[in-house]
Structures are given as C-alpha cells and as structure tokens.
C-alpha cells in the first residue's frame, strides 16, 4: 500500500529540458510524461509547436498528459513566447480551456 498523498496528475513536477527541446513530467524522480516542441522563429517572435505528448503505459489515464501540458503552457507564457499546437492532445487541450490558452495562440 502506497503512503503517497493525492492524486498523481497533482504531483506531477514539470521541468523544461531546452537542450531537448521537451518538458518532463516526474513522478517521484521518475520520468513518466514528456512533451516534445520544435522553436521556430515568426514575426510574433518565438512559437513553440508543440509536436508530440506522452505519458508512459503504466501511468495512462491518470490525467498526467494535462498536467504535463499545463505545466508547460505556463512556462510558455512565463517566458514571452507562444505556442502552435501540432499536436493532437495539444490542440484538444487548448480548445478545452480557450480562457487559459487563447493570449499563447
């Protein structure tokens, strides 16, 4: 039996490897999510199209791909930038909640 409190979506600790271009969801230390973007330049500055979202088999459906994706829109928005979402969860997750994501399209 596991003494670990609260969801695991709510413990999911978001880093941004930029030399992978990814953010990282861990679970305990353990890499569980990642988010992979590709940089590119526009006349709006820099976007980041957001092109591929997983979460490893046995940690699926626990809500973590979001927490990941939220994680990493706010570190977005943080730093100045935008986003294009090329991925599927991506674009689903931002037409969900167009009040939190719209000022990043």
Do not use: K, N, W
């Not at 409190?5 to 990282?24: C, I």
């Not at 709006?44 to 046995?58: Q, S, Y």
């Not at 990941?68 to 986003?83: K, Q």
């Amino acid at each position: 039996m596991s003494t670990r409190t609260g969801d695991p979506a709510s413990r999911l600790v978001v880093t941004h490897d930029e030399t992978a271009h990814r953010y990282e969801g861990r679970l305990d230390g353990e890499l569980v999510a990642i988010a992979d973007y590709v940089p590119r330049d526009s006349e709006r500055g820099t976007v980041l199209a957001m092109v591929h979202t997983e979460v490893v088999p046995e940690h699926q459906d626990e809500g973590l791909a979001s927490a990941l994706v939220d994680g990493a829109l706010r570190d977005v928005r943080e730093r100045g930038l935008r986003v294009a979402p090329a991925c599927s969860f991506v674009q689903l997750h931002v037409r969900r909640h167009p009040e939190r994501y719209a000022d990043l399209l």
